[in-house]
C-alpha cells in the first residue's frame, strides 16, 4: 500500500497540518453527509416522530462513540510519544491494550442495553408515543456497535501510523454504504425505521473490518501485539488502560455532553413545545456533528503532530501546530456559523416537510444554534492540545465546563429568562463562557512562561 510520507519531527508544520487535515476533513465531512442524509431519508420517508425516536437513542450512541475516541485519543497521544522515544514495541502493547479493553467495555453495554431495552429508552427522555420507533432503532443497532470501537479508535492510530488517506478512505466507504443502504431500506424496501440503523450496523461492520485488516496487513510500525497472560502483564494492562483513560477522557465527555444536551434538550423541548418540539430540535442534533466534525478534524490532525513533538521535547513546533490548528478552527467555525444562518430554512426543509409545525421551530432555531460554532472549534482545538501534551486535567476541567457546568444551567434558565429562543441559545452562550476562560488561562500561563524563559 502506497503510504503517506510524514515526519512528525522534521517536516514543515503547515505541511504536516495540511496533509492531515484534509484527508481528515474530508473522512469527516463523508460522517457529516451520512447523518444529514439518515435523517433526510427518514424525516421523508417515515416521518417526524421517527426522527424524535432516532434522537432518543442518539445519546447511547454518543456514549459508545466517547468511549471509543477516548481510548483511540489516549492510546495515539501515548503511541505518538513512545514512537518518538524509538519504542515501537512500547506503541503496539498500548494499541493492543486499548482495543482489548474497549471490546470490553462495548460488550457490557450492548448487554445492558438487550437487558434492560425498556428503562433505557425512558431514562434517556423517550415518550409513550416514540416508544415503539426508539425499540425499533435501539436492538437492530447494537450489533454494530462493537465494529463500532474497532472504526472510532482507529482512526486516531491509524493517522499516526502515518496514513491519513486511508483512515479518510474507511470513513468515506463507511459512510456512502451507509447512505445507500439508508436509502435502499427506508424507500425501496419499506423497512422504516428499523431498515436505517440496520444500515448503520452494516455499515459499522465494514468499516471495523477494514482497520483491522490494516493493522494486519498494511501498517508501517503500529501493529497487534500478543500480550502475556501473566499477574504481571495484567497489573500493567490495567495501569496502561487507566492511563489512557486518563488522557482520553475528555473527549469521552465531549460526546458524554452532546449526550446530555440531547436528553436536556428532549426533555425542554418536549416540555415548551411538545413532540413538534424535540423534532425540530432532532435537525439541530442531526446537524451538530458537522459542527462537531469540522472542529475534530482540526484537533486529530494537530494531535499526533503535538504530542509526538512533545515526546521529542521541541516545544517551538508544539507551539507552532497550536497556531495553525487554532486558525484553522477560526476559519472552519465562522464558514459553519455563517451557513447555519443564511440556510437555516433549506437546511431544516432536508429532514421536514415545510407543512410539518417542527419545519417553522427549526427555521426560527437552527441560526441561534449555529452560533456555536466558533467557539466550540477553539475550544476543541485547544482541549486537543492539553491532551496531546498529557495535561489531561485541564482538559477535563474545560471539557466540563462547556459539556455540563454551563450548558444544563443554561438549558434550565435561559428559557425561563427569553423564552423559546433560550432553549436554542444554550450551547452557544455554554461555548463561549468556555472560551473566555480558557483563552484567559492561557494568556497567563504564557505572560508566566516568558517571564520565566528572561
Not at 247 to 255: H, K, L, R, S
Amino acid at each position: 500500500m502506497e503510504r503517506d510520507k510524514l515526519d512528525f519531527g522534521n517536516g514543515k508544520i503547515g505541511q504536516l497540518f495540511r496533509a492531515m487535515f484534509f484527508p481528515t476533513l474530508v473522512g469527516m465531512a463523508f460522517n457529516s453527509a451520512l447523518n444529514i442524509c439518515d435523517g433526510m431519508f427518514v424525516g421523508h420517508g417515515v416521518g417526524s416522530n421517527a426522527l424524535a425516536a432516532i434522537n432518543i437513542v442518539a445519546p447511547l450512541f454518543l456514549i459508545c462513540t466517547g468511549i471509543g475516541l477516548m481510548f483511540g485519543i489516549g492510546a495515539s497521544v501515548i503511541g505518538g510519544i513512545r514512537l518518538a522515544e524509538g519504542n515501537v514495541k512500547a506503541a503496539r502493547i498500548i494499541m493492543t491494550q486499548a482495543y482489548i479493553a474497549g471490546a470490553v467495555i462495548f460488550g457490557m453495554v450492548i448487554l445492558g442495553s438487550l437487558l434492560f431495552t425498556r428503562p433505557v429508552l425512558y431514562m434517556l427522555g423517550c415518550s409513550p408515543a416514540l416508544e415503539g420507533l426508539a425499540t425499533d432503532y435501539l436492538l437492530w443497532l447494537l450489533p454494530g456497535l462493537v465494529f463500532f470501537y474497532l472504526q472510532c479508535a482507529g482512526m486516531m492510530l491509524i493517522r499516526l501510523d502515518g496514513s491519513p488517506r486511508y483512515a479518510m478512505s474507511v470513513q468515506i466507504v463507511a459512510a456512502v454504504l451507509n447512505i445507500f443502504l439508508d436509502w435502499y431500506m427506508v424507500f425501496p424496501l419499506g423497512m422504516g425505521i428499523k431498515g436505517a440503523s440496520m444500515a448503520t450496523s452494516i455499515s459499522c461492520i465494514v468499516a471495523g473490518i477494514m482497520v483491522v485488516a490494516y493493522f494486519i496487513f498494511f501498517s508501517n510500525k503500529l501493529k497487534f501485539y500478543r500480550l502475556r497472560l501473566t499477574v504481571k502483564s495484567l497489573r500493567l494492562s490495567v495501569r496502561n488502560v487507566g492511563y489512557m483513560a486518563k488522557i482520553g477522557f475528555a473527549t469521552f465527555i465531549a460526546e458524554l455532553a452532546i449526550g446530555v444536551m440531547m436528553v436536556t434538550g428532549n426533555y425542554m423541548f418536549l416540555s415548551y413545545l411538545g413532540e413538534a418540539g424535540v423534532a425540530a430540535f432532532s435537525v439541530g442534533c442531526y446537524l451538530f456533528p458537522l459542527i462537531f466534525s469540522v472542529s475534530n478534524a482540526v484537533a486529530q490532525s494537530s494531535q499526533p503532530i503535538i504530542s509526538y513533538n512533545y515526546g521529542a521535547m521541541r516545544p517551538d513546533r508544539v507551539r507552532e501546530a497550536l497556531r495553525i490548528a487554532l486558525w484553522a478552527a477560526v476559519v472552519s467555525g465562522a464558514a459553519i456559523s455563517a451557513g447555519m444562518w443564511i440556510g437555516s430554512g433549506v437546511l431544516a426543509g432536508i429532514f421536514i416537510e415545510s407543512t410539518d409545525a417542527a419545519y417553522v421551530i427549526a427555521t426560527e432555531g437552527l441560526p441561534l444554534l449555529g452560533l456555536c460554532a466558533l467557539p466550540f472549534a477553539l475550544n476543541i482545538t485547544f482541549i486537543g492540545y492539553y491532551q496531546s501534551c498529557e495535561k489531561s486535567a485541564r482538559s477535563i476541567i474545560y471539557m466540563l465546563l462547556r459539556g455540563i457546568v454551563f450548558m444544563l444551567p443554561g438549558f434550565i434558565l435561559l428559557p425561563r429568562i427569553i423564552g423559546v429562543p433560550g432553549l436554542w441559545l444554550s450551547l452557544p452562550v455554554s461555548e463561549l463562557a468556555t472560551l473566555i476562560v480558557i483563552a484567559l488561562a492561557y494568556l497567563k500561563n504564557t505572560a508566566a512562561s516568558t517571564l520565566r524563559r528572561k
